[in-house]
């Protein structure tokens, strides 16, 4: 069973609506920044989390990210910058995911 919670949400409410919705684990993505800028080329300043816990709130993984910096791709006067970002965002959620203390917690 999948639910989403909203940003306001603390680990203690979490565990209600794990149980609530019989849930075996809890993911908690947080997103603490998520800034890109596009002058001569795309600069992306990000700090995410993701950490896994059981319906009890013990952790089980945790995997942080951050970065500052060019990520490549376009400019100010070219298109397509919003597809380059959707595509870093999907890379580095994947990133986060893909780490093993992650997928064994899963």
Known sequence: DVFVAGAESDLAALTVKARQHEATRILWLRFREWKSDIYMGIRLDYDLNLEVYDVDGTLLAENTMQGRGPVGGGKLSQGG???????????????LFNDPSISAAL
């Open 81 to 95: 910058n919003s597809q380059h970002m959707a595509q870093e965002f999907s890379k580095r959620i994947g990133y």
